[in-house]
């Protein structure tokens, strides 16, 4: 990039494009949310398909730091991986907790459901519930399933089970 374009550039976009050029020495992690506020406070935070490390965070820290000049604009900077409850955000995340148990709300309902696959566009997720019996009274154990397309996902949160 030229001087001049990076002289022109927000502040917001300086440190995205920072973000953008450290997370391609490591694609196995990636970038979830940038906040920037008024008083230059940066929030960045991240996953990983494999997990996010402190180094990792670290890393990134490290390299906006010594690519920004606080001459010029003064701002504390926090890098962080999501944290255990942090809703999904990206279809890349759906994809990396196939297996795993999450509690997803829907305009109507919430489900407590096994994500079995996720792709491009739905995920595919598998339960258990007790509904009324076809047949005579009581109710039976039934396996459900439920493509689930990501735009009808209001908030999808991964279980943690101990």
């Known amino acids: 990039m030229s001087p001049l374009f990076?002289?022109?550039m927000t502040f917001k976009e300086k440190v995205n494009t920072l973000l953008v050029d450290c997370?391609?020495?490591?694609?196995?992690?990636?970038?979830?949310?940038?906040?920037?506020?008024d008083a230059f406070k940066v929030i960045v935070n991240l996953d990983g398909d494999d997990g996010v490390a402190l180094q990792d965070c670290i890393d990134v820290s490290r390299f906006i730091d010594n690519n920004l000049?606080?001459?010029?604009q003064d701002y504390s900077?926090?890098?962080?991986?999501?944290?255990?409850?942090?809703?999904?955000?990206?279809?890349?995340?759906?994809k990396k907790n196939i297996g795993r148990t999450l509690i997803v709300k829907t305009e109507g309902e919430i489900i407590e459901a096994?994500?079995?696959?996720?792709n491009d566009d739905f995920v595919?997720?598998?339960?258990?519930?007790?509904?009324?019996?076809?047949?005579?009274?009581g109710k039976?154990?039934?396996?459900?399933?439920?493509?689930?397309?990501?735009?009808?996902?209001?908030?999808?949160?991964?279980?943690?089970?101990?």
Do not use: C, H
Not at 69 to 72: G, I, Q
Not at 124 to 137: I, Q, T
Not at 149 to 161: L, R
């Open 124 to 137: 595919v997720l598998s339960w258990k519930a007790r509904e009324p019996k076809k047949l005579g009274k």
């Open 114 to 118: 096994e994500l079995v696959d996720a």
């Open 23 to 37: 997370l391609l020495e490591n694609p196995s992690i990636f970038l979830i949310d940038l906040v920037v506020t």
């Open 6 to 8: 990076i002289k022109t």
């Open 69 to 72: 000049d606080r001459e010029e």
């Open 77 to 94: 900077l926090e890098v962080a991986s999501v944290g255990v409850g942090s809703p999904l955000k990206l279809v890349r995340q759906y």
């Open 140 to 162: 039976e154990t039934v396996q459900k399933e439920l493509k689930l397309p990501y735009g009808n996902i209001k908030e999808a949160i991964v279980t943690v089970t101990f």
